[in-house]
């Protein structure tokens, strides 16, 4: 997949196009990347995303703005693994920010991408002030030489699919449902690095994964999948939180996996992890003899799940 920073000054060849942030790829995304892939081999264009980066909820209101559920290589690989042929990421600032919904039209879609084949969400609002929506695209159509689709709200058990949907379940531990909603477990990527070794102590060597999300859109002891390049799962007991029994409060989020039956050495090794079940919540424990005992609970727990699985 080709990736464009920035607009170009005039597009180098037409495009089929859709817009959008695609945190999560969730099964609404995939609905409207199959449109897109459709009607792009339709006309013979390549298939095009926008995305911004940040989320222009992140740049208007950091406090206020929602959790990510992908990073931005995480969402890459996704729309790559999706059909998508191009993806121009929009550094999102005040410059972007001031575009009126006119000149987005006229020098970003049209001369800087070629867009012959548009599609966006019937929500979908664009320019300064989020004047510009879907009716005025329809408007200007034939003056510029595109076709413009809207995309309807996808469902699934009679509500909306959305980022937000996901988030929610993530939030409330019911890592299943987020799953249901994502055509996929729910997955956090990053590089394996060294730790402070507590776990080789307590006899839990754990492969510590670095993350990109500074807030995790979830928490707590988790059956895991952990698959290398190879894409081989390798079942495990995961922890995602503060560590509230060795770390003082405010501390970094951290994400550990103690792999099951598993000897070999991976650090600097790029793995995806992949949230199957929530146990519980982290919890702070009086000493390091009673966390020890809770993680080979967990460690059983987690061995039961897996076994009930593969029944």
Known sequence: ????????????????????????????????????????????????????????????????APVRLTSMREKLELLAAHGVERTLVLRFNFALAQVTAQDFIERILVRGLGARWLQVGDDFRFGARRAGDLPMLRAQAAQHGYEVEGMATVELDGARVSSTAVRDALAAGDVEKAARLLGRPYSISGRVTGGD??????????????????????????????????????????????????????????????????????????????????FRDEAKYVDLETLKAQIARDVADTRAFFARRAA
């Not at 009607?39 to 950091?62: D, I, S």
């Not at 670095?210 to 799962?233: C, S």
């Open 1 to 64: 997949m080709q990736i464009l920073r920035g607009v170009p000054d005039a597009a180098s060849c037409p495009v089929a196009l859709t817009i959008g942030n695609f945190d999560g790829v969730h099964l609404g995304h995939q609905a409207m990347l199959a449109k897109l892939r459709a009607a792009a081999a339709a006309r013979g264009l390549p298939a095009c995303v926008m995305t911004f980066e940040p989320h222009p909820r992140e740049f208007f209101a950091p406090d206020q």
């Open 197 to 278: 070794g507590l776990g080789r102590k307590l006899g839990f060597p754990t492969a510590n994964v670095q993350m990109k999300h500074n807030r995790p859109p979830l928490t707590g002891i988790f059956a895991v999948e952990l698959r290398r390049r190879d894409g081989r799962p390798l079942q495990g007991v995961a922890s995602l939180g503060v560590r509230p029994t060795v770390k003082a409060q405010g501390a970094a989020p951290v994400l550990e996996v103690f792999i099951f039956d598993f000897q070999e050495d991976i650090y600097g090794e790029l793995v995806r992890v992949d949230f199957l079940h929530k």
